[in-house]
């Protein structure tokens, strides 16, 4: 989990930049992120007060600074002034297909950042039925990194997509409608 957290030095090396780790669950790849460049801003947001608990205590233990665990929906947290376009980066790793992640997590990015998929397997088909979602919430595919996980016979890709425009406000929809329509 941590070597394949920190595969985003594949696309990038943040330094300062504030990221938003959506859907953590235990802290991937959001922690391993934050240990390799300790200057970047970390918000972890997951849907589980549970995991929230846990990933304090972890923040706590390694007295991570600039780093804190939120309780939320990212379809709600999208919508709160707090936190709606005000992320360089944001970062989701096994959460769901790309079209919904997307009206998930790009709503959380500013102009000129981007947000960035850990995916798996083929995901050439994600890629086309995402396609129309990603422009109509504001992004471009910029490119996508396809590799096996050093040392494994593990697929993976990242897809970085980059914030041309706002999102429009009404977007993300409720978490009913993201998963039952999805946009095309």
């Known amino acids: 989990h941590f070597l394949d957290s920190l595969c985003i030095v594949k696309v990038t090396c943040p330094v300062s930049e504030r990221i938003i780790d959506v859907g953590t669950g235990a802290g991937f790849p959001g922690i391993p992120i934050k240990l390799m460049f300790p200057g970047i801003d970390l ?3 997951d849907s589980l007060n549970k995991r ?3 990933l304090e205590e972890v923040i706590n233990k390694l ?3 600039s780093t804190s665990a ?3 929906r990212a379809e709600d947290m999208g919508r709160d002034g707090l936190h709606r376009e005000k992320y360089d980066i944001c970062v989701s790793r096994a959460v769901a297909r790309l079209q919904v992640l997307a009206e998930y997590c790009l709503p959380f990015v500013k102009k000129g950042g981007c947000f960035i998929a850990y995916k798996s397997g083929n995901v050439r088909e994600e890629l086309d039925e995402a396609a129309g979602a990603v422009r109509l919430l504001g992004a471009d595919i910029e490119r996508m990194e396809e ?11 990242l897809i ?5 425009k706002e999102t429009p406000l009404k977007y993300p929809r409720s978490a009913g409608k993201v998963i039952k329509e999805p946009l095309k």
């Open 160 to 164: 970085v997509m980059r914030k041309q």
């Open 147 to 157: 590799f096996m996980l050093p040392g494994t016979d593990i697929n993976r890709t």
């Open 70 to 72: 939120i309780h939320g």
């Open 63 to 65: 007295c991570l600074v």
């Open 52 to 54: 929230i608990r846990f």
């Open 43 to 45: 918000v972890l947001l």
